[in-house]
């Protein structure tokens, strides 16, 4: 049969698959037939997971790998046709094919091809058993069948019977299904493939491929009511409104709309209350709504596939069933359902959320419910959306400014563009107050330093900066806080140097420290400064006595009470409280806070002066008992109070699904986690903040976060690969005012350079961090790579060229650098300077004990020392520096720093100590930890995802692991690791 050449299998990265990477390359080792793969594959999923697509991307990557290619699928329309599979399957072949068969064989497949009678099943198994034979003997064979459970069990049978008869030709088959029972039973070997929802990043990604994705709250409420579901995800987003308000048709749910119609009454009746209820409503909750006690209510719904009842939960099977349920029944009947449910719902959030929905025009009374229960869980996507919500129903303009600025804020901590900008947009249309001007700068600027403008960002807030006089402290705390971070971000000298003046704009609000009324969360703190004490959060719309919102109670026009001045019900307060850092920054200490973080932007070096005068006896410290700021602790390199603060506010932003405010914070704890070699830690704090990134399209952050990842597979990788960045994402990030981010990537690929040896390119890299006449490219950042530039100077015979870079930053740090810059310092000097000081270097680098805090670094020192030992001979005590390089790059797991350290381990004249852990002895950590996770079933693109490898990387381990251990195959290094 023809087989579709490589360039005609071809397809553009757009027609991919998205998200099912580790599923395509597990089925194509079948297809390859590598050792210890299963030669029948079945692959279950749900309606609209993408069986289908998956099967099509996989026989075109076959197809160009110059496999043979059979595919049929079955369907429901004429479930009696017994050939009409197998007809599907048959007609690419051509007559020289089945010539070559016996000609039993070849009548029975010319009457099946040919609708010429049934033949016996038995016949049918040989004939088709003698086809595959011919086909698998010229080249690899794939057979696809998708739908299979809606195939005649003919065919299916007897491509198992073949199956099994031909067990050593490189024949696969591969089955697509919803349902394994309606198959016949499965050959001996056969493996199932589940294949579960979309991650978080790859539903977002298939979503905004869509012809118009949606935007904003809108594009978040189509993520989370999908769950993952690609079918869900192009239907739900459809039926949103568009960026230009129009409204998108109903999602299109023939499948689900058939099954809703053929129910009772009562049923569907049932279904629109379990919808109208939400997700984790309980049964007890909805089945009172509906005035009945009768579980047989559900049982149609359950025998035709739609939910499923389990314990006290209702749960639909599908999120366009739900979505159907819901969106087939008119409105006056789901705004009876809401009020049902509003009526017997024991939160104040829930009976909120169903009066709103069932609530038409403006009520107060909703309104003020609303608002009041918006921050009870702690959960700033369900406030801001409440928020909103309650802004839409004011009555009176004022309220509903003041209910829309504290929405945009409860948005800006979401993160997300979109939603940010609809909401600015709003405000300022309805308010042009200094608050509301405040308020939307702050936001806006939140946004544009996670995309990437900070010269934008910085110019916002500073004309919002002129408004300080007549708006309270914490929003303008908040406004020169924010400054400050973009101001770091930035780099720019012009951002530090303005920074002061903001500040002092801020002090014309009010005298420092007040203490306000009680109420909800507004403008968010800086990461790093702590929550408000009970009874000293702002109220809502009072921030000051010159703010423009009303401070007593006030009346609505219909006479009811509103809520402009009420005081917080303790629940909503603790609710707010788990969020952690989402509040005003009113709290004690904050104006101190705030001060000593621009202080330390503007000029990084006096970092330590600056926490030992926040920390003085005799003053509070900030942030409660022993903990003090934490940007100030990271500027200081005091890692452990840093550490302990960043990850308190990482743990409560990342729970308050609060990534705009934990966006400012995470990379510092990234940093940090990287410096002190936790490197565990440091993987799963990416992961999930990468994640994020690419679910809200924030390009600015998702690139240093590739930066932080290429630094975690410098350090521990003995072989990184090169530069794996994603092209969109850098593009849309201008270096030039993110020098951050440039000083990050610049560190990384310096790192990667040296870690495979390439020093000249590790010196072009890191000569970067500097200009010509030796400034810093950013003012913290880059300093603290002064060690590895002189360690790649020294290398390629440039020590000259870097003393100068040397001098000033040793001249730029003062008197009393931080412990962990005289640590630095000193290994820069012993590298670079003259050779009689070095060893005196090295010593005072080392002397301290404190810096091993830092133990990558002062590992690094310890190598370079034994190098210049080694030089001058003094073997036995470069060997000793060396067992403790090597001890230390063990536990971190920094495969580079090992393999440097037994390299000069045996130039020294001693082997590194010999392993006694069997068959895995001579292999490196880092080989021994993917031989592992080989040996657990994942495949090398799953174990590249865990390690931050790319799968090229992981192969070219695997590679020099086989020879090593006596093995040529997964399935005996499986044995192998078993067996130990």
Same mark, same amino acid.
């Given at each position: 049969?023809?087989?579709?050449?490589?360039?005609?299998?071809?397809?553009?990265?757009?027609?991919?698959?998205?998200?099912?990477?580790?599923?395509?390359?597990?089925?194509?080792?079948?297809?390859?037939?590598?050792?210890?793969? /299963?030669?029948?594959?079945?692959?279950?999923?749900?309606?609209?997971?993408?069986?289908?697509?998956?099967?099509?991307?996989?026989?075109?990557?076959?197809?160009?790998?110059?496999?043979?290619?059979? @595919?049929?699928?079955?369907?429901?329309?004429?479930?009696?046709?017994?050939?009409?599979?197998?007809?599907?399957?048959?007609?690419?072949?051509?007559?020289?094919?089945?010539?070559?068969?016996?000609?039993?064989?070849?009548?029975?497949?010319?009457?099946?091809?040919?609708?010429?009678?049934?033949?016996?099943?038995?016949?049918?198994?040989?004939?088709?058993?003698?086809?595959?034979?011919?086909?698998?003997?010229?080249?690899?064979?794939?057979?696809?069948?998708?739908?299979?459970?809606?195939?005649?069990?003919?065919?299916?049978?007897?491509?198992?019977?073949?199956?099994?008869?031909?067990?050593?030709? /490189?024949?696969?088959?591969?089955?697509?299904?919803?349902?394994?029972? &309606?198959?016949?039973?499965?050959?001996?070997?056969?493996?199932?493939?589940?294949?579960?929802?979309?991650?978080?990043?790859?539903?977002?990604?298939?979503?905004?491929?869509?012809?118009?994705?949606?935007?904003?709250?809108?594009?978040?409420?189509?993520?989370?009511?999908?769950?993952?579901? +690609?079918?869900?995800?192009?239907?739900?987003?459809? =039926?949103?409104?568009?960026?230009?308000?129009?409204?998108? *048709? &109903?999602?299109?749910?023939?499948?689900?709309?058939?099954?809703?119609?053929?129910?009772?009454?009562?049923?569907?009746?049932?279904?629109?209350?379990?919808?109208?209820?939400?997700?984790?409503?309980?049964?007890?909750?909805?089945?009172?709504?509906?005035?009945?006690?009768?579980?047989?209510?559900?049982?149609?719904?359950?025998?035709?596939?739609?939910?499923?009842?389990?314990?006290?939960?209702?749960?639909?099977? %599908?999120?366009?069933?739900?979505?159907?349920?819901?969106?087939? %029944?008119?409105?006056?009947?789901?705004?009876?359902?809401?009020?049902?449910?509003?009526?017997?719902?024991?939160?104040?959030?829930?009976?909120?959320?169903?009066?709103?929905?069932?609530?038409?025009?403006?009520?107060?009374?909703?309104?003020?419910?609303l608002e009041a229960s918006a921050w009870r869980r702690g959960?700033?996507?369900?406030?801001?959306?409440?928020?909103?919500?309650?802004?839409?129903?004011?009555?009176?303009?004022?309220?509903?400014?003041?209910?829309?600025?504290?929405?945009?804020?409860?948005?800006?901590?979401?993160?997300?563009?979109?939603?940010?900008?609809?909401?600015?947009?709003?405000?300022?249309?309805?308010?042009?107050?200094?608050?509301?001007?405040?308020?939307?700068?702050?936001?806006?600027?939140?946004?544009?330093?996670?995309?990437?403008?900070?010269?934008?960002?910085?110019?916002?807030?500073? &004309?919002?900066?002129?408004?300080?006089?007549?708006?309270?402290?914490?929003?303008?705390?908040? !406004?020169?806080?924010?400054?400050?971070?973009?101001?770091?971000?930035?780099?720019? +000298?012009?951002?530090?140097?303005?920074?002061?003046?903001?500040?002092? *704009?801020?002090?014309?609000?009010?005298?420092?420290?007040?203490?306000?009324?009680?109420?909800?969360?507004?403008?968010?703190?800086?990461?790093?400064?702590?929550?408000?004490?009970?009874?000293?959060?702002?109220?809502?719309?009072?921030?000051?006595?010159?703010?423009?919102?009303?401070?007593?109670?006030?009346?609505?026009?219909?006479?009811?009470?509103?809520?402009?001045?009420?005081?917080?019900?303790?629940?909503?307060?603790?609710?707010?409280?788990?969020?952690?850092?989402?509040?005003?920054?009113?709290?004690?200490?904050?104006?101190?806070?705030?001060?000593?973080?621009?202080?330390?932007?503007?000029?990084?070096?006096?970092?330590?002066?600056?926490?030992?005068?926040?920390? *003085?006896?005799?003053?509070?410290?900030?942030?409660?008992?022993?903990?003090?700021?934490?940007?100030?602790?990271?500027?200081?390199?005091?890692?452990?109070?840093?550490?302990?603060?960043?990850?308190?506010?990482?743990?409560? !932003?990342?729970?308050?699904?609060?990534?705009?405010?934990?966006?400012?914070?995470?990379?510092?704890?990234?940093?940090?986690?990287?410096?002190?070699?936790?490197?565990?830690?440091?993987?799963?704090?990416?992961? %999930?903040?990468?994640?994020?990134?690419?679910?809200?399209?924030?390009?600015?952050?998702? =690139?240093?976060?590739?930066?932080?990842?290429?630094?975690?597979?410098?350090?521990?990788?003995?072989?990184?690969?090169?530069?794996?960045?994603?092209? @969109?994402?850098?593009?849309?990030?201008?270096?030039?005012?993110?020098?951050?981010?440039?000083?990050?990537?610049?560190?990384?690929?310096?790192?990667?350079?040296?870690?495979?040896?390439?020093?000249?390119?590790?010196?072009?890299?890191?000569?970067?961090?500097?200009?010509?006449?030796?400034?810093?490219?950013? /003012?913290?950042?880059?300093?603290?790579?002064?060690?590895?530039?002189?360690?790649?100077?020294?290398r390629t015979g440039r020590p000259a060229e870097a003393l100068?870079?040397?001098?000033?930053?040793?001249?730029?740090?003062?008197?009393?650098?931080?412990?962990?810059?005289?640590?630095?310092?000193?290994?820069?000097?012993?590298?670079l300077g003259p050779d009689e000081e070095a060893e005196e270097?090295?010593?005072?680098?080392?002397?301290?004990?404190?810096?091993?805090?830092?133990?990558?670094?002062?590992?690094?020192?310890?190598?370079?020392?034994?190098?210049?030992?080694?030089?001058?001979?003094?073997?036995?005590?470069?060997?000793?520096?060396?067992?403790?390089?090597?001890?230390?790059?063990?536990?971190?797991?920094?495969?580079?720093? &090992?393999?440097?350290?037994?390299?000069?381990?045996?130039?020294?004249?001693?082997?590194?100590?010999?392993?006694?852990?069997?068959?895995?002895?001579?292999?490196?950590?880092?080989?021994?930890?993917?031989?592992?996770?080989?040996? @657990?079933?994942?495949?090398?693109?799953?174990?590249?995802?865990?390690?931050? !490898?790319?799968?090229?990387?992981?192969?070219?381990?695997?590679?020099?692991?086989?020879?090593?251990?006596?093995?040529?195959?997964?399935?005996?290094?499986?044995?192998?690791?078993?067996?130990?």
């Amino acid at each position: 049969m023809p087989v579709q050449s490589p360039q005609q299998s071809a397809v553009t990265a757009e027609a991919s698959v998205v998200g099912r990477d580790g599923e395509i390359e597990r089925i194509l080792r079948c297809v390859t037939r590598d050792p210890g793969t /299963p030669q029948t594959l079945l692959v279950l999923g749900e309606e609209g997971i993408g069986r289908t697509a998956l099967l099509r991307r996989v026989r075109e990557l076959a197809a160009g790998q110059c496999v043979s290619v059979l @595919s049929t699928e079955g369907w429901a329309g004429d479930p009696r046709d017994a050939r009409a599979c197998l007809q599907q399957l048959l007609a690419p072949l051509t007559p020289d094919v089945t010539a070559a068969l016996p000609e039993a064989s070849r009548q029975v497949l010319s009457a099946v091809l040919h609708g010429a009678g049934r033949p016996d099943e038995d016949a049918l198994r040989t004939a088709l058993t003698a086809l595959l034979d011919r086909l698998a003997a010229a080249r690899p064979l794939l057979v696809c069948v998708d739908d299979a459970d809606l195939c005649d069990r003919a065919t299916v049978g007897a491509l198992f019977a073949a199956v099994r008869q031909l067990a050593g030709r /490189p024949l696969t088959v591969l089955l697509a299904a919803r349902r394994e029972n &309606a198959l016949p039973a499965l050959p001996p070997g056969a493996e199932i493939l589940t294949l579960g929802p979309l991650d978080d990043a790859s539903a977002a990604a298939l979503l905004d491929r869509q012809p118009v994705p949606p935007t904003g709250r809108h594009r978040l409420d189509v993520l989370t009511e999908a769950e993952g579901n +690609p079918l869900a995800l192009a239907e739900l987003g459809r =039926a949103v409104p568009g960026p230009t308000g129009t409204a998108r *048709r &109903a999602p299109a749910e023939p499948a689900f709309g058939v099954r809703l119609d053929a129910l009772p009454a009562g049923t569907r009746r049932a279904l629109l209350y379990a919808a109208a209820a939400g997700p984790g409503e309980t049964m007890a909750a909805v089945m009172t709504a509906l005035s009945t006690g009768e579980l047989a209510v559900w049982a149609p719904a359950e025998a035709a596939g739609l939910v499923s009842v389990t314990e006290d939960r209702l749960v639909f099977r %599908h999120p366009l069933a739900r979505s159907a349920a819901y969106a087939r %029944h008119p409105a006056g009947e789901r705004q009876r359902a809401h009020r049902d449910l509003a009526r017997v719902a024991v939160l104040p959030e829930a009976r909120a959320r169903h009066l709103a929905a069932a609530t038409v025009g403006a009520d107060a009374n909703v309104a003020a419910a609303l608002e009041a229960s918006a921050w009870r869980r702690g959960d700033a996507v369900q406030a801001a959306r409440a928020l909103e919500q309650a802004a839409r129903l004011s009555p009176r303009r004022t309220d509903q400014a003041r209910r829309l600025a504290e929405a945009l804020t409860a948005a800006r901590a979401v993160g997300d563009p979109g939603w940010v900008r609809d909401l600015y947009g709003r405000l300022l249309q309805d308010s042009a107050g200094p608050e509301a001007v405040c308020t939307a700068a702050a936001a806006l600027a939140s946004v544009l330093c996670h995309e990437s403008a900070q010269r934008e960002a910085f110019e916002v807030l500073a &004309a919002a900066s002129e408004h300080c006089a007549r708006v309270g402290p914490p929003l303008a705390l908040d !406004l020169v806080a924010l400054a400050a971070d973009v101001a770091a971000q930035s780099g720019l +000298p012009e951002h530090r140097t303005a920074l002061p003046l903001l500040l002092d *704009r801020a002090r014309r609000s009010t005298a420092p420290e007040p203490r306000q009324p009680a109420g909800p969360p507004g403008p968010a703190a800086a990461p790093g400064t702590r929550e408000a004490e009970p009874g000293t959060a702002a109220r809502p719309g009072s921030r000051g006595p010159e703010g423009s919102w009303d401070e007593g109670r006030s009346t609505d026009g219909d006479g009811g009470p509103e809520t402009a001045g009420w005081a917080e019900p303790a629940d909503a307060a603790a609710g707010r409280g788990a969020a952690g850092t989402l509040h005003r920054l009113d709290a004690p200490g904050a104006w101190r806070a705030v001060e000593a973080l621009v202080a330390v932007v503007v000029r990084p070096e006096t970092a330590t002066g600056v926490l030992r005068g926040l920390n *003085r006896p005799g003053r509070t410290p900030l942030g409660g008992k022993d903990a003090p700021a934490g940007p100030v602790a990271r500027y200081a390199d005091e890692a452990d109070l840093d550490l302990g603060q960043a990850r308190l506010d990482d743990d409560r !932003l990342r729970a308050a699904r609060a990534f705009g405010l934990r966006g400012r914070s995470v990379l510092g704890l990234v940093d940090t986690l990287l410096a002190v070699g936790r490197f565990t830690e440091a993987r799963t704090v990416l992961q %999930h903040a990468m994640t994020e990134a690419a679910v809200l399209r924030l390009p600015r952050l998702r =690139a240093d976060l590739e930066t932080q990842a290429l630094t975690l597979r410098a350090l521990r990788d003995t072989q990184p690969a090169g530069t794996v960045l994603t092209p @969109s994402v850098w593009r849309a990030v201008p270096l030039d005012e993110n020098r951050a981010t440039h000083a990050r990537l610049l560190r990384a690929r310096g790192l990667a350079a040296m870690a495979r040896g390439d020093w000249d390119d590790g010196w072009r890299q890191l000569r970067g961090l500097f200009t010509a006449d030796g400034s810093p490219l950013h /003012p913290f950042l880059a300093p603290r790579s002064i060690a590895e530039l002189a360690v790649t100077a020294q290398r390629t015979g440039r020590p000259a060229e870097a003393l100068p870079i040397l001098d000033r930053v040793r001249a730029d740090q003062g008197d009393r650098p931080s412990t962990r810059m005289t640590l630095l310092l000193h290994h820069a000097s012993a590298v670079l300077g003259p050779d009689e000081e070095a060893e005196e270097h090295f010593r005072l680098a080392l002397v301290n004990h404190a810096a091993n805090r830092w133990p990558w670094e002062c590992a690094h020192v310890r190598l370079n020392y034994a190098h210049w030992l080694r030089r001058c001979r003094r073997t036995l005590e470069a060997r000793g520096q060396l067992t403790t390089v090597l001890e230390t790059a063990e536990r971190l797991g920094a495969g580079p720093l &090992a393999a440097a350290a037994g390299r000069e381990l045996r130039a020294s004249g001693a082997a590194p100590a010999p392993r006694t852990d069997g068959p895995l002895a001579e292999l490196t950590a880092q080989q021994r930890q993917i031989v592992q996770l080989v040996a @657990s079933g994942l495949s090398n693109r799953e174990i590249g995802e865990r390690l931050f !490898l790319s799968p090229r990387t992981v192969g070219s381990h695997l590679y020099k692991v086989y020879p090593k251990l006596g093995i040529s195959s997964r399935h005996q290094l499986r044995d192998l690791v078993q067996g130990r």
